[in-house]
């Protein structure tokens, strides 16, 4: 790393003001301050509060806490692939073959993303904004394996620029930026975000043999909340949707994959345990409630835990400290709503099964006006308290 270091301690004047580079500062600014702690300090009068993290660090957290879903998507893409057309493969081949499928999304997701906000870094003057470092990586995930790239560079760019761009950047948006992606993917391209052929890949890859092609025999599979919508009891195990060795989105199947994430973001303290929590026992109140009062309530309370996207948006989405409430009462408050809102919409509308991203969406942009209310309130206290 010295030998990294040196390096651009060499270059760094080329990037500054008058340098022949001095254009593209932000570009090494942006890359110098991710690989090392910036030296630069705040430099206005008054009290400020200096840690050994700043806002990149924090959402390195975040990506570290991602890579167990990622990996274990990776590999579950390669499994329902052989598993679908009936042919057996090992660990390796089906890790292999859900990098080859995984992979792109991640780059065109990067490219675009990161692309848009150096452009747009670059035109204001400013340095270069960190926050799709996590959304980079959250949109590939959250969308089914067979999505083209074409349609996620066009979602992407939507979403950075309409959801982040236009309101300051990062820190400045009210709605979670690869949320906005999945919305803007659902209702334009419906026909690539359900159904029974979006979630198995119908390329087809002979690990031993080294053979490829398109596979001809059917690779669809419902899921567990597609299922849901038909009134159809599930037809996978309960350990199965724990473990996440079902059909759906790349990183949002395996419940024991999210949890080490969430123990993550819990340890590091990225993450609200109150919204996380709260979104939980408003899920599992709601679902319990309903199960048995209607034809489409047929699932268990748990069973709407571990299905579909409510762990990891609990987890990755509800606890987005940008988007979410920030006063300590409102993230129970906002948390909960997200649980009960989700499972109802689950429930009342079976042609839209899941109901974790809307729920998100419509929170974040109720979670100010939560804000509001909590701090108004605690203010009307303190001054009865205070005419007493």
Not at 48 to 75: N, T
Not at 108 to 116: C, E, P
Not at 220 to 237: C, K, M, V, W
Request: aromatic share 14%.
């Amino acid at each position: 790393m010295s030998a990294l270091r040196n390096f651009l301690n060499k270059i760094k004047p080329s990037f500054q003001e008058g340098g022949k580079l001095h254009a593209f500062r932000s570009v090494f600014d942006g890359f110098e301050t991710f690989m090392y702690v910036p030296n630069d300090t705040a430099k206005a009068r008054g009290a400020h509060i200096h840690d050994a993290i700043d806002s990149k660090r924090i959402m390195s957290f975040v990506v570290i806490a991602l890579v167990p879903a990622l990996l274990f998507g990776m590999y579950n893409v390669g499994y329902q692939h052989y598993l679908a057309i009936g042919e057996e493969s090992g660990f390796w081949c089906n890790f292999l073959y859900g990098l080859a499928a995984v992979l792109p999304k991640i780059v065109v997701s990067y490219l675009v993303g990161l692309g848009i906000e150096f452009t747009v870094a670059q035109w204001k003057g400013e340095e270069i904004h960190e926050g799709f470092l996590v959304s980079g990586i959250l949109i590939p995930m959250i969308v089914p394996v067979n999505c083209p790239l074409w349609i996620i560079a066009v979602a992407t760019a939507f979403a950075v620029i309409f959801a982040k761009e236009v309101f300051g950047g990062t820190g400045m948006n009210i709605l979670n930026v690869a949320l906005v992606t999945r919305a803007f993917l659902f209702f334009s391209y419906p026909s690539t975000m359900s159904g029974d052929k979006v979630w198995v890949n119908g390329n087809y890859m002979d690990c031993i043999n080294g053979v490829s092609g398109t596979a001809t025999d059917a690779v669809t599979a419902a899921t567990p909340l597609g299922q849901l919508a038909t009134g159809d009891p599930i037809g996978y195990s309960f350990c199965d949707t724990v473990t996440g060795f079902i059909p759906g989105s790349i990183g949002e199947t395996s419940v024991i994959a999210i949890a080490i994430g969430a123990l993550i973001l819990l340890w590091s303290g990225v993450a609200s345990w109150k919204t996380m929590l709260s979104v939980f026992v408003g899920g599992i109140l709601t679902a319990f409630l309903f199960k048995g009062s209607i034809e489409s309530a047929n699932f268990s309370w748990f069973e709407h835990i571990t299905v579909g996207g409510f762990c990891f948006g609990a987890v990755f989405m509800a606890t987005d400290p940008v988007t979410s409430a920030r006063t300590e009462c409102g993230k129970w408050i906002y948390g909960f709503l997200i649980g009960v809102i989700a499972i109802i919409i689950r429930v009342l509308n079976p042609g839209y099964p899941e109901g974790m991203m809307l729920a998100i969406l419509l929170m974040n942009v109720f979670a100010p006006l939560i804000d509001y209310y909590v701090v108004k309130s605690n203010i009307n206290m303190r001054a009865k308290r205070a005419t007493k």
